[in-house]
């Protein structure tokens, strides 16, 4: 917080010296300003602004156009109503029970994954500019891509269990992709598939910045190598565990295209997640208001995860 | 650095320098008919127009039956800048209709006799408010059996004429060791079947109380209980891994004599024409059992957009030519649907589609044309939709008993009209 | 360099069995990542009755390039069936402006909030950060009638001066839509990197005189090699896949980029699908972000190092 000052270096000596120079020093100062301005407007009008938007239009009547006449909360009526039908489950209930699953094994398995690879190539591994390319390309490719050949693998008739059945282990049974109870691990799987590496490259970054006189000191207390991470590696990296959360949590609610590519919605619409619900009922079944409502619930939920995150993560900068 | 993004940025402005295209000649189309057969058929289209002196300006987004190509024809009308055309399916014709996004091609329409050569069931879709806004390029049916012929003479199989000779027939196929039923584990494919199970179940006076009028004393019948306890019957005759499978796969399965039968619209006979195999002889096209004399169609329509004034000749252009005999003739006989007017001669198409030209004509004299619940011309996407939801849980399961199937389709039907 | 490596060599018992059960688990993983891939890179060289009767992990009997060179030249996308290589550059024309100018921009945004602080700068870069998490499926149908407006102005100014100066341009739009929500991003790269910049070298440049883009030009800017690498790469794999934005805003055939180029050739409604042609495709359409990571992998890390995974 001590830049605060540095940003008006000059100002004493410029003042009241002469007019030109004042004006310079003025536009000194408002220059920072003007630079970002462009950015943070475009962010309100295109983010918060949309946002309100949508607001609005959860309180419409909206089929397949906006309609801008306020009618009613008949679209939070419904999601309400079907946020506790779970036998059978609406589509909504399905939806958010899948969030709750497949973000928290998501992120836990991303994180949990990606540290101990980090961990073990950060051992002084021979060939680790081979290895490292290997865990981060997922991350380079869309799921049009490899949705596909996922889809393939994990499909009994044609994947890995009629594969290990050509080469005898008969008995093999893996056909969660066909289960309506268990599709939505399928995406857990491919999910991190995909993003673990690029987890992983945070951590080995994180990993290789640790201050290695801090290290030494603890081994001269004679550390085992185990308590060494435990005790003082782990804790340090406090910071990436934060930052891959923000990157792995706003993945894990645009997983739209992840569900769609693998599933095309699993058995009986059982893979959705709540970005597939918004989708469906916006574009396809001409429910917009519907389909707002549930993007309203969704950023509501986000906010009150992310924002006391950066608000303590803010703040504790200040100090 | 810095130069290099200089560069970039001198790139852009080249792009975007370049001035606007002439596009009063062109016919922008929107549509998801991208592989081989589909696209083979729609270029007699854009040759047609070429003669005329008009060109084509394609913008195909395939995935998701349309899915994908719907979004993006909402951002483009969304932005005021409509295709010329698009690939529509009958409710979504009439949403946009609604909303004042339509052309009007009364005019045309009137010279060219649509009025009297397209069957009234399609014109229900295709003029609103007593404006044509469409022009149906094909009707398809959905009440089909598709069976592989060495299959069915392996097992001594006849014609099923009830559901109880389909059940019978299905458990031939069972004991001789083959897949009796290729289904795709898709909702849509589900409910597709489901039509046809519906129409058998209740016949064509109950069909349309129930799917059409959405009756709720129909939908709540024990007709439709039964329903749902024939389809729990023919579920018992797919393979395990059925869940999620693609409808062209499924009809694979038959080609290739992996399975017996496949219940399907008559786009799988384009799958049949691809790879090469004759009706009659390698393949047998029958009615769903006991919806002989009743047609469940759907049609692939042509939307006409509200273009600018200078736009518009290009769009009567394309609207002529789609609902021309010569290409309704070309077109379909590689779709595998029948013409959307019931005045082409059927001298090209083979016998499954002579059948079907046949059918579609007794039908719509008869009045059993009905539209397909299950692909959008029973009722607005909004309970269509939720009416495949319930047939899909019930088939995987979510929906454990015809009962309690009953009562979510009444549900679910009311909760979204 | 690394001090957990340190740690490991010196503690007693790490001789050869820990070593082996480290190489054993990481070959172990890079074969699982693998294996997408070695799907797709088989299956692309596979002839068509290969593929149906066989195993989907069996090399090759017969490899042929026949698939690749039908995706790169034959494949049908909608009507025109010349291959996928032409819309590498509609792909290409999008991607190079939406990541230099929301990189540029972002790397301004993060020096302000860093070293040219005011009062509510927290604010302004909590709002730019939150704004990463709305979902693109909620903002398509406002962005869309937005872009409509652009179209209209473009419209005047050709009537009024013969050019559109880029308003209504479908490749423009999406240069545009992407930058806006990169900003976010590439804004919390920047900004966390240069949080760590020592502010001392800002100072004494300002003591000497330097303005604001002076400042920026010769004392960040060369420094910022890293975190420039790890922007790019993000920003590059995230605009070059994105559909949805792509298919509403750039679908005809002129323009359409690559990734709804493959779409088409991916998803064939009828025919038989031809699942080789459909992975060289893919493979193809996916080379410059395979490209990209494999040849910038070790900078990304390095870049990641240097800031942008500090909280």
């Not at chain 2, 994908?68 to 009439?94: D, E, F, I």
């Amino acid at each position: 917080m001590a830049l605060t000052t540095a940003t008006h270096p000059d100002r004493p000596s410029a003042a009241g010296i002469q007019p030109s120079r004042s004006m310079r020093a003025r536009m000194q100062d408002a220059l920072p300003k003007l630079v970002l301005a462009p950015s943070f407007a475009i962010t309100l009008i295109f983010v918060y602004g949309f946002i309100l938007w949508t607001i609005y239009l959860s309180f419409t009547n909206s089929k397949a156009f906006p309609k801008y006449v306020l009618t009613d909360a008949r679209a939070y009526q419904r999601l309400w109503r079907w946020t506790f039908e779970s036998d059978p489950p609406s589509s909504w209930y399905t939806s958010i029970t899948n969030m709750g699953i497949f973000g928290v094994l998501y992120i836990a398995i991303c994180l949990g994954l990606g540290l101990l690879i980090a961990i073990l190539l950060d051992q002084k591994i021979r060939g680790e500019g081979l290895l490292r390319p290997i865990y981060l390309y997922p991350m380079a490719l869309s799921f049009i891509v490899t949705g596909v050949a996922w889809k393939w693998f994990l499909d009994p008739g044609l994947g890995l269990e009629q594969t290990l059945h050509q080469w005898g282990w008969t008995s093999f049974h893996f056909d969660w992709i066909k289960n309506k109870d268990f599709v939505i691990y399928t995406v857990v799987i491919a999910g991190v598939w995909q993003a673990s590496g690029f987890v992983m490259a945070m951590f080995l970054a994180g990993l290789r910045g640790i201050d290695s006189e801090i290290v030494k000191a603890s081994q001269i207390d004679g550390a085992s190598t185990f308590q060494l991470y435990r005790r003082i590696i782990i804790p340090l990296l406090r910071p990436v565990f934060l930052s891959a959360l923000i990157v792995l949590a706003h993945m894990a609610i645009k997983s739209y295209d992840l569900v769609v590519a693998l599933t095309s919605g699993g058995p009986g619409g059982s893979a959705w997640l709540p970005s597939n619900f918004m989708y469906e009922y916006t574009f396809k079944r001409n429910e917009m208001a519907v389909g707002s409502a549930s993007a309203v619930i969704m950023l509501a939920t986000i906010s009150a995860i992310i924002v006391p995150y950066l608000y303590s993560e803010l703040r504790e900068k200040a100090r | 650095m810095m130069r290099k993004l200089m560069m970039a940025a001198a790139m852009l402005a080249t792009t975007a320098l370049t001035a606007h295209a002439d596009d009063v000649k062109e016919v922008q189309m929107l549509h998801w008919w991208t592989s081989g057969g589909e696209a083979a058929a729609l270029n007699v289209l854009k040759q047609d127009l070429a003669t005329e002196g008009y060109t084509w300006k394609d913008v195909p987004v395939a995935g998701g039956g349309g899915d994908a190509a719907m979004t993006a024809l909402k951002a483009m009308v969304a932005a005021g800048n409509p295709p010329t055309a698009s690939q529509m399916l009958g409710y979504t014709v009439l949403d946009y209709a609604e909303a004042g996004k339509m052309g009007d091609l009364t005019e045309t329409a009137v010279a060219e006799g649509w009025d009297k050569a397209v069957p009234a069931a399609l014109q229900k879709f295709a003029v609103y408010d007593g404006k044509w806004v469409a022009a149906p390029v094909n009707v398809h049916s959905v009440n089909w059996l598709w069976i592989n012929k060495a299959v069915m003479d392996k097992i001594g199989g006849t014609e099923p004429k009830t559901f109880d000779d389909f059940i019978a027939l299905l458990d031939k196929a069972k004991a001789a060791g083959v897949t009796p039923l290729a289904l795709g584990g898709q909702n849509w494919q589900e409910a597709t079947m489901f039509d046809s199970v519906v129409l058998s179940t209740g016949g064509p006076e109950f069909y349309k109380k129930a799917f059409n009028d959405l009756d709720e004393d129909a939908l709540k019948s024990d007709t439709m209980k039964k329903s749902f306890d024939n389809l729990a019957k023919l579920k018992t005759y797919v393979d395990p891994n059925f869940s999620g499978r693609d409808w062209n796969l499924a009809t694979a399965m038959v080609i290739n004599g992996d399975a017996l039968v496949q219940v399907m619209g008559d786009w799988a006979k384009g799958e049949f024409v691809a790879a090469k195999k004759v009706p009659g002889t390698d393949f047998l096209c029958y009615r769903f059992p006991g919806t002989d004399g009743s047609v469940i169609y759907n049609s692939d329509m042509f939307g006409m957009f509200d273009v600018p004034d200078d736009r518009k000749a290009a769009q009567i252009a394309l609207a002529k030519a789609t609902l021309s005999k010569s290409f309704q003739s070309a077109f379909n006989v590689v779709k595998g649907s029948v013409p959307a007017r019931t005045d082409v001669p059927d001298t090209d198409f083979d016998a499954c589609g002579k059948k079907g030209i046949a059918d579609l004509k007794a039908a719509n004299e008869g009045g059993t044309l009905f539209g397909s619940f299950a692909q959008g011309y029973g009722a607005p996407p909004a309970v269509a939709n939720a009416y495949k939801d319930v047939v899909s849980k019930f088939v995987h399961g979510q929906i454990t008993s015809s009962d309690q199937a009953v009562d979510e389709l009444v549900k679910a039907i009311d909760d979204a009209k | 360099m690394s001090a957990a490596l340190a740690a490991s060599r010196r503690t007693p018992g790490s001789s050869i069995v820990p070593r082996i059960v480290i190489y054993g688990l990481l070959i172990f993983f890079a074969l699982i990542y693998l294996i997408p891939f070695f799907v797709m890179l088989v299956t692309s060289l596979k002839t068509m009755p290969e593929i149906q009767q066989g195993n989907m992990l069996a090399l090759p009997k017969a490899p042929t390039i026949d698939p690749w060179i039908r995706a790169w030249g034959e494949a049908c996308v909608g009507l025109t069936c010349e291959g996928i290589h032409g819309y590498f550059w509609n792909s290409i024309k999008m991607v190079v402006p939406a990541v230099a100018i929301s990189t540029i921009l972002g790397a301004l945004n993060g020096y302000v909030l860093t070293k040219w602080r005011f009062k509510g700068h927290k604010l302004v870069f909590g709002l730019m950060l939150f704004a990463c998490f709305i979902p693109f499926q909620a903002v398509l149908l406002p962005m869309a009638t937005v872009l409509g407006e652009f179209g209209q102005i473009g419209k005047a100014l050709t009537n009024a001066t013969g050019f559109a100066f880029g308003f209504g341009n479908p490749t423009v739009n999406l240069v545009f839509v992407h930058v806006v929500y990169g900003l976010g991003f590439t804004t919390l790269f920047f900004r966390n990197y240069y949080e760590a910049f020592p502010t001392e070298l800002v100072k004494a440049a300002m003591v000497d005189g330097a303005s604001f883009f002076q400042i920026f030009r010769r004392v960040l800017l060369p420094n910022s090699l890293p975190i420039i690498v790890v922007t790019v790469i993000y920003q590059f794999t995230n605009i070059w896949n994105d559909f949805l934005f792509a298919s509403a805003y750039a679908g005809s055939g002129d323009v359409m980029p690559m990734t709804v180029a493959l779409n088409n050739v991916v998803n064939t409604s009828t025919g038989v699908v031809e699942y080789n042609v459909n992975m060289a495709a893919a493979m193809i359409a996916a080379m410059p972000t395979l490209l990209v990571y494999v040849l910038a992998g070790r900078y990304f890390v390095r870049g990641l190092m240097a800031g942008a995974v500090k909280g």
